[in-house]
């Protein structure tokens, strides 16, 4: 699997910052397989949480479920089936815990951005 990489960076003119304030902001967005640290804890979050009944539904995570477990809840059908072809359960799950971890990286970066584009313009309506 080839990864893409997106860096978006926003850099304020010298101009406008003392020269002993570097204010560079890089913001890196992975597509595909998303590794690293920050991940890890992620991954970790949406295969153990437990998850909860509600009037509305379940809701929450996978609580340590097995992958056929998780695996005939997503498609419906029985555990059993999904013992049997296991290759295309991983897949399944995996497909599913990557939107996970794409969306939390998404909502994670895009805060990242905002407070640090926030505290730059403030920084720099302070001058």
């Avoid at 010298?14 to 204010?23: A, K």
């Avoid at 056929?68 to 799950?93: F, G, M, N, R």
């Avoid at 970066?109 to 730059?120: G, R, V």
């Amino acid at each position: 699997m080839h990864t893409r990489s997106v860096v978006i960076s926003i850099r304020v003119p010298s101009t406008l910052l003392p020269s002993s304030h570097v204010c560079v902001l890089s913001v890196g967005v992975v597509c595909g397989r998303t590794l690293g640290l920050f991940s890890l804890p992620i991954r970790y979050v949406y295969r153990q949480v437990p998850f909860f009944r509600t009037p509305m539904g379940e809701m929450g995570f996978w609580g340590g479920r097995t992958l056929p477990q998780i695996c005939a809840q997503i498609t419906s059908l029985k555990p059993d089936y999904w013992v049997a072809h296991a290759d295309e359960c991983a897949t399944l799950y995996h497909e599913k815990e990557e939107g996970f971890v794409a969306l939390c990286s998404f909502v994670v970066f895009a805060c990242i951005f905002y407070c640090a584009f926030k505290t730059s313009l403030n920084h720099i309506a302070s001058y």
